[in-house]
């Protein structure tokens, strides 16, 4: 059986106007024409406080009213669970058509990193990855993207959010336009610095080249899982139309552009791509590009039931991937006990979405 690779549809998908949807002028337009000062009371409340309007005490009140009912929020929570000793929340969020996203917030000691989801499901069809395993439901909006970060930098409180990773469910660089300007909104808005965005990536060749013809200068990671064209077929089928070789070069390019170094994703699959040859393939390839090599524990979902690496041979392909020049490190994994971690999002969104949605509609 032969089998297509999936489809990469760069459009902006829904147009929804929630409340981060809404730029400035926009939110200004749909507050006929306040005074100046009043936007910025607002904006201040929205992107530096984490507030919602209601929490806006320096509004009207009718101004609030009018905001909840025209410009809504777009995340109603549906759970939200901790792990790690509370160092570890995940929220599962529903979105207004009924479908569901999960965002995780990460608490360490020396930074918070909230890692957003930028597509409800994924058409990338990666076999060890739960989201990829459950398919595509549509991209996000703008709003419904930066949302996330500010409903987890509201939780994180005192800690100040300092880093946001694209490791949600979905692929960013499908959803470019979208991604992008939250992205600005993100550094523009909220004030985190470019680099402490990572957009991570299958290898959308063309949404590389775009990222690195782009103004900001964010970090880059590439889930390469496999440093061969017939291996990574297997595991990231996109790869079919982008093959490693293109991906080399787009990486390359946008170092050259950016002068960022590029990380490699790469979640070590017992007996199948943690072999001594996969490290020296994998070491070539880091050279070449000059990249970092993160190396994730693969992380157990249903629909894959290969066991991930022992932690005796993760330390050990590091060390061969050392000897062989390339610079990597072990990633450390949170939130496993409540499939908070790498690849484990995939929500219930498919069994909420095949429900009727009754919101607002009349009953049936
Ligand atoms: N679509 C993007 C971003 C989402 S996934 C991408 O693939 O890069 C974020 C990271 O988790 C990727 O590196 C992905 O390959 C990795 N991942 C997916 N499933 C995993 C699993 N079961 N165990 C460990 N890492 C996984």
Request: glycine residues 8%.
């Amino acid at each position: 059986m032969t089998v297509s690779p999936p489809a990469v549809d760069e459009g902006s998908g829904e147009k929804s106007q929630t409340l981060y949807d809404h730029d400035r002028e926009s939110i200004g337009a749909l507050l006929n024409n306040e005074p100046r000062y009043r936007v910025d009371q607002l904006w201040q409340g929205l992107y530096q406080n984490f507030a919602t309007p209601q929490q806006i005490t320096t509004l009207p009140k009718t101004l609030r009213s009018a905001l909840d009912a025209r410009a809504p929020l777009a995340l109603t929570e549906v759970e939200r669970s901790e792990a790690d000793g509370g160092q570890t929340i995940k929220w599962l969020w529903r979105l207004h058509d009924g479908h569901q996203v999960e965002t995780v917030l990460m608490l360490y000691p020396d930074r918070a990193t909230v890692c957003v989801s930028s597509q409800a499901g994924c058409a990338m069809a990666c076999s060890f990855c739960a989201t990829g395993q459950a398919g595509f439901d549509r991209h996000l909006t703008t709003g419904e993207i930066v949302e996330q970060v500010v409903r987890a930098a509201a939780a994180a409180g005192e800690r100040r959010v300092s880093n946001i990773v694209f490791m949600g469910m979905g692929e960013p660089l499908a959803n470019f336009d979208n991604t992008w300007s939250s992205i600005e909104r993100i550094h523009g808005d909220i004030g985190l610095s470019a680099r402490s965005i990572t957009v991570s990536t299958v290898g959308v060749i063309p949404g590389i080249r775009r990222l690195a013809a782009a103004t900001l200068p964010v970090t880059l990671a590439v889930s390469l899982h496999a440093a061969n064209d017939v291996l990574r077929n297997e595991l990231v089928p996109l790869n079919r139309r982008y093959p490693i070789s293109a991906l080399c070069d787009a990486m390359m390019e946008f170092r050259q552009a950016k002068g960022r170094r590029v990380s490699l994703e790469w979640a070590l699959i017992h007996g199948v791509n943690d072999t001594d040859r996969d490290a020296t393939e994998l070491a070539s390839i880091a050279r070449r590009v000059r990249a970092h090599v993160n190396l994730i524990p693969l992380n157990p979902t249903p629909g894959y039931p290969v066991v991930g690496a022992p932690p005796a041979r993760l330390r050990e392909f590091r060390d061969l991937l050392e000897q062989h020049g390339a610079n990597a490190t072990v990633r450390r994994t949170r939130g496993l006990e409540i499939d908070a971690a790498c690849g484990q999002l995939a929500a219930r969104h498919r069994d909420v979405a095949d429900q009727p949605v009754t919101i607002g509609s009349p009953s049936r």
